[in-house]
């Protein structure tokens, strides 16, 4: 029983161009995602995050929007560069609750 | 500022075996959480301690325990190792339970069991 989904294993994107990963949870307990980049041989590290009560945040190349009604959420990065080929991990977790729930990641390539 | 370590990088072990992963915390974090990473898949929240005592944990079997030391380092220990325990086990830090974005990983483990 997955409860956060990265349907996308890998991506291919332009370097300079916008690239835009995809996550969907099933439980409506969570209030709190994130979003973490991984390189090989590298422990993740935290990326940006938004809570249930917003529906967009930015911070600097990176945005990343929630739809609640569609248990949705998106990560943006504009303009992808060539050190943003990583492998990125979608997360949530309950206020209550400090276990954080990871998706399976989607590898972002990008291209030069 | 020190940040998170982990030893030993790499492991091997046999079925049946027990193994101990150890985890140094970043300076002025009580929180440590230890998730266990299996191939093609995302990290998996084992279970967290705060202040030595084990304050949450996930769907794992009792042969997956811990211990936090005063000092704030950590260990998990797995007895009775079964070949789908191979995995990357991720240790993570944080200031205190709670503000879960805040939460710094090491490099992992990687444990081969065959």
């Known amino acids: 029983d997955q409860q956060v989904k990265q349907n996308s294993p890998s991506l291919s994107v332009q370097e300079g161009r916008i690239s835009i990963l995809n996550c969907d949870y099933t439980?409506?307990?969570?209030?709190?995602f994130l979003w973490y980049k991984k390189y090989p041989a590298e422990g993740p590290t935290f990326l940006i995050s938004?809570?249930?009560?917003?529906d967009k945040n930015e911070d600097g190349r990176f945005t990343v929007f929630l739809n609640k009604s569609a248990k949705h959420l998106s990560l943006h990065i504009v303009p992808s560069q060539p050190g943003d080929s990583a492998v990125y991990f979608c997360?949530?977790?309950?206020?209550?609750?400090?276990?954080?729930?990871f998706g399976k990641g989607t590898r972002l390539h990008i291209l030069p | 500022e020190t940040g998170v370590t982990q030893s030993p990088t790499h492991l091997i072990k046999t079925r049946g075996q027990q193994v101990t992963l150890r985890c140094s915390s970043q300076?002025?974090?009580?929180?440590v959480s230890w998730y266990q990473q299996a191939l093609g898949q995302g990290p998996q929240f084992i279970f967290q301690?705060?202040?030595?005592?084990?304050?949450g944990r996930g769907n794992f079997p009792p042969r997956f325990s811990g211990l936090q030391f005063p000092n704030y380092s950590s260990e998990l220990n797995v007895n009775a190792l079964e070949l789908d325990d191979s995995a990357l086990y991720l240790c993570?830090?944080?200031?205190?339970?709670?503000?879960?974005?805040?939460?710094?990983f090491g490099p992992g483990t990687r444990l081969t069991v065959t």
């Open positions: 439980n409506s307990m969570f209030d709190y």
């Open positions: 993570a830090s944080r200031p205190n339970p709670g503000q879960s974005y805040e939460q710094y």
């Open positions: 997360a949530a977790s309950g206020s209550r609750d400090d276990k954080i729930i």
């Open positions: 301690y705060y202040r030595e005592e084990e304050n």
């Open positions: 938004i809570s249930s009560i917003k």
């Open positions: 300076s002025g974090h009580n929180t």
